[in-house]
C-alpha cells in the first residue's frame, strides 16, 4: 500500500518539491522537475540613472530641520541650505545630533556625580550628617511641644 502511495505522480512530485527546492539553487532543471517554481526573480531590472536614487524623497526643511543641519556641521550657514533636501541627509543629521546630545548628556551626568561626591566628603568633614540634622530637628520639635503643654497647663489654671 504505502508502495503504490509513493509510486503515485501527485506525491511524488510533491515530496520532490518539498526537498529539491532546499537543496538545489534555483536552475531549470529544478524548475522542470518540480512544476512550480519559486525563484521568480524578474531578470530584468530597472535602469538606474547615476545620481539619482529610486526612492529619493525630497523634501522641504522646516525651521527645526534646518537648525539641526547647522548644528550637525552639514552646512555653514542657513542661507547655504537648499530648498529641497532628501530625507537621507536630514536623517543623517538627527543622528548626528543626537549622538552629540548623548556625548553632552554622558560628560554631564559624570560632572554631577562629582559634584555630588565633593559636596559629600566636604558635609562629612562638617559633621553636616542626615543623623545629626534629624536628631537637632526632633529635639526642637520636643521643644516646641513641651512649650505648647506648659502654655495650655498656664491657661487651664
Do not use: H
Request: proline share 3%; net charge positive.
Amino acid at each position: 500500500m504505502l508502495g503504490q502511495l509513493l509510486k503515485s505522480e501527485p506525491l511524488f512530485t510533491s515530496i520532490l518539491r518539498t526537498t529539491d527546492f532546499w537543496r538545489r539553487p534555483c536552475t531549470k532543471d529544478t524548475q522542470i522537475l518540480t512544476r512550480r517554481t519559486f525563484c521568480n526573480k524578474a531578470e530584468a531590472t530597472k535602469k538606474v540613472i547615476p545620481g539619482r536614487s529610486t526612492f529619493r524623497n525630497d523634501r522641504r526643511p522646516t525651521a527645526f530641520d534646518k537648525k539641526i543641519l547647522l548644528w550637525a556641521g552639514r552646512f555653514k550657514k542657513e542661507e547655504d541650505i537648499p530648498a529641497l533636501l532628501s530625507s537621507e541627509v536630514i536623517k543623517a543629521a538627527t543622528s548626528r545630533v543626537r549622538i552629540k546630545i548623548c556625548y553632552i548628556t554622558m560628560a554631564l551626568t559624570l560632572l554631577g556625580c562629582l559634584v555630588m561626591i565633593i559636596s559629600g566628603k566636604q558635609a562629612a568633614r562638617r559633621d553636616d550628617t542626615l543623623l545629626r540634622m534629624n536628631t537637632e530637628k526632633k529635639a526642637m520639635w520636643r521643644a516646641e511641644a513641651e512649650t505648647e503643654l506648659e502654655a495650655a497647663a498656664m491657661k487651664a489654671q
